[in-house]
């Protein structure tokens, strides 16, 4: 070996000096421990101290926080449960479960999708090393549980879904949403359209069905929230743009109103030939066109079913995990987003919590992108959220 060989980790050597590992190295410098050290605190406030023989006297004698990461009641990233709704204005993010599959039409199992998410959340620290940040110290985040969903009724679902998302929504908090089935789409989209005023949303559709059917088996099911979501004034179907369409699951029906409402489109071979920026300023450009805000809708099953396999309608030849996200954060970090939903995750179909892992990944990664875009911590309430309800908006259907 030659006398002038040189060994040391890749981060010493200026050949290495601009990679991301070494920009992350030096980022988790700058990054405050605050919220650490208060949750050590309240951990030993309220879960009293540990036993004499434990050394780490941040331990605390019951689990209370991130730590073990298989103790403790789920929620999303341990995150406090904020019982007293009435308080969400009071955080950055609430996430909010629904658990809902009446609007099923094959397999069902997504009324646990919110369950699945929850629990193998624990798995993920509150710091992405790539990214350099760390949502305990940057963003407050609460889980408000679930909305209460009535079985075998969708309308009534969908009654009290808007009624729950339009009270998060109008507080300011950002509304992060645990699916259930696609048929949420639309009570979603019309909680934050009740609170749009004269302003205008544009949704990013992710997904590998089209879903704008009218109906489906004479109901609106998880075929079908986009045709209804569309008819609203304030999310119009020109703003509608959806990622990753294709397969032998697209009923012609909704082909149909896609091609009538000129609706936005990109298969994934779209996508692959085209390349992910410019699907990205695709979605970006008629998204934002016309409209204050977008609203984004991510159906796991966009992802190829190799690595999503608990969903109810898996489709083969769908988006890889990094193309989907590497997606989402470039249309987070210049679009302003209004709210994120994660449906379809169907847990009894699931192996080892794969699909359920995948889905706290899009929910964290959203989390990073919206600090790393300024858009969180939020000074004050954006302005496209009216404060006062308009009720009627979305009420046509009879």
């Known amino acids: 070996m030659a006398e002038n060989s040189t060994f040391g980790p890749p981060n010493s050597d200026p050949n290495f000096s601009s990679t991301e590992a070494n920009r992350a190295l030096e980022k988790e410098a700058q990054l405050p421990l605050t919220g650490w050290q208060q949750e050590v605190d309240r951990g030993l406030e ?14 605390p004698t019951f689990s209370r926080g991130e730590l073990p990461h298989y103790a403790g009641i789920n929620t999303f ?4 449960y904020l019982e007293d709704v009435r308080k969400v204005d009071e955080y950055d993010i609430a996430v909010v479960g629904v658990p809902h599959d009446s609007g099923t039409t094959y397999r069902p199992g997504t009324r646990f999708g919110p369950q699945g998410i929850r629990r193998i959340s624990a798995l993920y620290t509150p710091y992405n090393f790539e990214l350099g940040i760390d949502l305990r110290e940057q963003i407050t985040l609460c889980d408000v549980g679930d909305i209460f969903t009535i079985p075998a009724n969708n309308e009534k679902s969908f009654d009290q879904i808007s009624k729950g998302v339009a009270h998060i929504f109008s507080s300011g908090a950002f509304p992060i949403i645990l699916g259930g089935d696609h048929s949420i789409g639309f009570p979603t989209v019309r909680g934050v359209c009740r609170h ?10 992710f997904d590998r069905h089209v879903d704008t059917q009218e109906t489906d088996l004479d109901e609106r099911m998880h075929t079908c929230p986009w045709f209804h979501a569309t008819n609203m004034a304030n999310a119009p179907a020109k703003n509608l743009v959806q990622l990753g369409i294709g397969g032998w699951q697209v009923p012609r029906q909704g082909v149909k109103v896609c091609r009538e409402r000129a609706t936005n489109i990109l298969t994934v071979t779209d996508i692959t030939e085209i390349g992910l920026d410019a699907a990205v300023d695709f979605a970006l450009e008629r998204a934002l066109d016309g409209t ?6 991510f159906d796991i099953d966009c992802i190829d079913a190799g690595f999503v396999p608990g969903t109810g309608w898996p489709e083969p030849g769908g988006l890889m995990p990094r193309e989907a996200l590497y997606m989402l954060g470039k249309i987070i970090q ?3 987003v209004c709210g994120l939903e994660i ?3 169907s847990p009894p179909y699931d192996i080892s919590d794969m699909t359920s892992l995948m889905a706290t990944r899009v929910i964290c990664d959203t989390m990073a992108h919206l600090v790393l875009s300024g ?5 004050k309430a954006p302005d496209y959220i009216h404060p006062e309800a308009n009720m009627a908006v979305g009420s046509e259907w009879v």
């Open 292 to 297: 204050d805000c977008v609203y984004i809708s």
């Open 77 to 80: 990233l341990k995150a406090p």
């Open 196 to 205: 749009l005023g004269d302003k205008k949303v544009g949704i990013i559709h």
């Open 375 to 379: 858009q969180l911590p939020r000074q």
């Open 46 to 59: 309220l879960g009293l101290e540990a036993a004499a023989s434990i050394r780490d006297r941040s331990i």
């Open 334 to 336: 210049k679009a302003p």
């Open 343 to 345: 449906v379809e995750v």
